[in-house]
């Protein structure tokens, strides 16, 4: 039986690319949501593990793709031997505003949005994946601050964590969005510090791993996320590339996701 009331899924004779189209209606959402799904063409294996890889502002489920062509680059990598099959759910935020920080806010629930709905959306309709699959979370600034909350919050869902260009407190979206600070959390409640989240969690945390651009606007607030966890000795991988918060960086190094996620399947 669906968890959903409703749910469309694109036609494989209209598909291209590998690419899936996933809508389903949440009461989380208290409306519709959409996942953009990569699946690879390898015959019928089963229980692939899966990614969900999270936008940052101003995207929506389209945007991994059409801006950096993430299954472009998965295909090839698994075509040349360079990672095993993996499924990639791209989820919208739930379309609030600029961002919704996948945050519990304004009567909606994008935290449960993304750790319930979308893992049972693509569980239910790719033929691939099931309930044995095993699931990470990536992403980008909002995303990345998405998946290191959500990683560390719920590790019993999501083996590892791979964060890029994040965002890592609540307090620093005023520098990408219009809404006013007072729709989102609390600044000062411990769930919107990616930091205090993984502090909550240090003795269950899943593997992880963040990089930033060097020339990016999130620098300090990421070397400082490192120094902290260094700091209370929890175990991570941090990397500084050349680059800034735009997405040739992110095309690039979402590899550096692919093959750490791939090391520990």
């Known amino acids: 039986m669906s968890k959903f009331r ?6 494989p004779e209209f598909e291209s690319n590998n690419l899936r189209f996933i809508t389903v209606k949440t009461n989380n959402l208290k409306g519709r949501g959409d996942i953009c799904v990569f699946v690879p063409n390898v015959g019928n294996l089963k229980d692939l593990p899966v990614i969900i890889l999270l936008h940052g502002v101003y995207g929506s489920a ?3 793709a ?4 993430v299954h472009f680059t998965a295909n090839k ?3 040349e031997a360079n990672i095993s099959p993996f499924i990639i759910a791209m989820p919208s935020d739930g379309l ?8 519990p806010h304004n009567q909606k629930n994008f935290e449960k949005w993304i750790v319930d709905d979308v893992r049972h959306a693509v569980v239910e309709n790719i033929n691939s994946t099931s309930e044995k699959s095993t699931f990470f979370i990536s992403g980008l600034s909002m995303g990345g601050y998405g998946a290191l909350h959500l990683g560390a919050k719920y590790p019993s869902i999501f083996k590892a964590i791979s964060a890029h260009s994040s965002i ?3 307090n620093q979206m005023p520098l990408f969005v219009e809404e006013p600070q007072e729709c989102y959390p609390d600044v000062h409640l ?4 990616a930091l205090k989240t993984i502090l909550n969690n240090k003795g269950n945390l899943p593997k992880l791993r963040f990089d930033c651009g060097k020339n990016d606007l999130l620098i300090e607030h990421n070397r400082t996320l490192h120094q902290e966890l260094t700091s209370h000795n929890i175990p991570h991988v941090y990397e500084e590339f050349e680059g800034a918060h735009e997405w040739e960086y992110w095309q690039e190094h979402i590899k550096d996701t ?3 996620f791939n090391s520990l399947i």
């Open 62 to 64: 389209w945007i991994w």
């Open 96 to 103: 609030w505003g600029d961002g919704s920080a996948y945050l």
């Open 258 to 260: 692919l093959l750490f």
């Open 6 to 11: 409703t749910t469309e899924i694109s036609n």
């Open 190 to 193: 411990d769930g919107v510090s």
């Open 66 to 69: 059409h801006k950096a062509g």
């Open 168 to 170: 890592t407190h609540i």
């Open 77 to 79: 990598m698994i075509e």
